[in-house]
């Protein structure tokens, strides 16, 4: 009797049960509309990113590629050099001076690997040139632009132009005129807060000038997309300078018949450069601090989207959008010739050939990875499987 009336029951489900997935569901949508509309009146504003920069397709065919990059690398230093940003070479010395998230600007000797603390700026030392009489320029992120002796005596020349403070002092490269060119990748939003600026999407970074006989700092290009990495032409007649989000460099010239414009010297990156350093070879090596996916396609496409991962990200955990960094090296014309980059990389800020190795920088390793490039070598690309596809 009991067994046909359960047969007969309208519903299989206790109703303790029903009502307890009800609870379940109800609360689900209000947390989720509770979520939208703090999201909705977060203070944080970003903006679309111009049409024409959105129509544009990456190009992910590179000649020669090493897609397991940190297959047979080494660490270098590790936790001695805490978030290595950016790295340059002294080859009188034999060291890599790179700058630390402690302040430290360490040198490495690549000779035995032995790491000293040399100088702290007190601040956050990014990138760094090495002068012609060797002294080091830094564009320290707290500090401003300093210039350090070859007995380690540290002096602030530049802060500010006109009566904007640096927000991010970002990349600094040296000519031989005297000279030093460097990127203020957002005067808006300091270093803690500068992935406010990408997914913002509006231009706040300059191109700046500054020159040490006259003292004077002059702003050369305003309204740039996270203003990055800073690189001297071999012939001293044009500086290359990255915009990140843009996934492309630019080009400034300082003399010759072009002298005072500037055009694209390589565009449709696989991913976000930063650093980028010339190897006396004819090539130039670009840091790819992310490769260019989907998700960030979408992103950069809708404003919204980019809110809510800011409003994830100052609150709980934005989801990764981040993937295959690494290295990209492009000749003198701006082509793309090797691609350097592996799975497990993320947020490669620098990439520089020494002695026949390639050395990368990352701002939140506590080492210097690096890679033989005469035993773990680019090969074609049609030999060897590429994951670059978004």
């Given at each position: 009797m009991a067994e046909s009336t359960q047969l007969l029951s309208p519903n299989s489900q206790p109703q303790t049960t029903r009502?307890?997935?009800?609870?379940?569901?109800?609360?689900?949508?209000?947390?989720?509309?509770?979520?939208?509309?703090?999201?909705?009146?977060?203070?944080?504003?970003?903006?679309?990113?111009?049409?024409?920069?959105?129509a544009k397709k990456p190009?992910?065919?590179?000649?020669?590629?090493?897609?397991?990059?940190?297959?047979?690398?080494?660490?270098?230093?590790?936790?001695r050099l805490m978030g290595p940003e950016d790295l340059v070479y002294d080859p009188k010395l034999g060291v890599i001076y790179t700058g630390c998230g402690d302040g430290w600007i360490k040198r490495v000797s690549v000779n035995d690997l032995a790491v000293e603390d040399w100088v702290n700026t007190g601040g956050r030392p990014l990138g760094?040139?090495?002068?012609?009489?060797?002294?080091?320029?830094?564009?320290?992120?707290?500090?401003?632009?300093?210039?350090?002796?070859?007995?380690?005596?540290?002096?602030?020349?530049?802060?500010?132009?006109?009566?904007?403070k640096f927000g991010t002092p970002d990349a600094v490269t040296?000519?031989?005129?005297?000279?030093?060119?460097?990127?203020?990748?957002?005067?808006?939003?300091?270093?803690?807060?500068?992935?406010?600026?990408?997914?913002?999407?509006?231009p706040y970074g300059r191109l700046i000038s500054y020159d040490l006989s006259t003292k004077q700092t002059k702003v050369i290009a305003r309204d740039l997309y996270f203003a990055n990495g800073v690189e001297m032409s071999p012939d001293q007649d044009f500086v290359i300078f990255c915009e990140t989000p843009m996934?492309?460099?630019?080009?400034?010239?300082?003399?010759?018949?072009?002298?005072?414009?500037?055009?694209?010297?390589?565009?449709?990156?696989?991913?976000?450069?930063?650093?980028?350093?010339?190897?006396?070879e004819g090539h130039y090596w670009i840091a790819i601090t992310t490769e260019h996916t989907y998700k960030w396609d979408v992103a950069r496409r809708y404003p919204y989207?980019?809110?809510?991962?800011?409003?994830?990200?100052?609150?709980?955990?934005?989801?990764?959008?981040?993937?295959n960094a690494g290295v990209v090296v492009v000749d003198m014309d701006g082509n793309l010739i090797e691609?350097?980059?592996?799975?497990?990389?993320?947020?490669?800020?620098?990439?520089?050939?020494?002695?026949?190795?390639l050395y990368l920088g990352n701002v939140f390793n506590s080492f210097i990875t690096r890679l033989n490039l005469s035993h773990y070598p680019a090969a074609a690309a049609a030999a060897t499987p590429s994951s670059t596809k978004p």
């Open positions: 009502s307890w997935r009800l609870m379940l569901f109800l609360y689900a949508m209000i947390t989720v509309m509770v979520a939208l509309i703090l999201v909705q009146i977060d203070s944080f504003d970003a903006a679309p990113y111009p049409a024409d920069e959105l190009v992910f065919e590179v000649p020669r590629i090493n897609p397991q990059a940190l297959y047979g690398s080494e660490r270098i230093g590790e936790g760094l040139a090495l002068g012609y009489s060797g002294e080091l320029y830094v564009a320290d992120a707290l500090k401003g632009i300093l210039k350090i002796t070859e007995d380690g005596k540290i002096e602030t020349l530049t802060n500010e132009a006109e009566g904007v040296v000519a031989k005129n005297g000279v030093l060119y460097f990127t203020d990748a957002s005067w808006k939003y300091d270093l803690h807060n500068c992935s406010l600026d990408i997914f913002e999407g509006r996934m492309r460099c630019r080009r400034y010239y300082i003399q010759g018949e072009k002298k005072g414009l500037i055009d694209v010297f390589i565009d449709k990156l696989p991913g976000m450069p930063d650093n980028i350093h010339f190897d006396t989207i980019r809110k809510l991962l800011v409003f994830l990200e100052k609150n709980w955990k934005r989801p990764s959008v981040e993937k691609r350097y980059y592996d799975p497990a990389l993320i947020y490669v800020t620098t990439g520089t050939k020494i002695r026949g190795n």
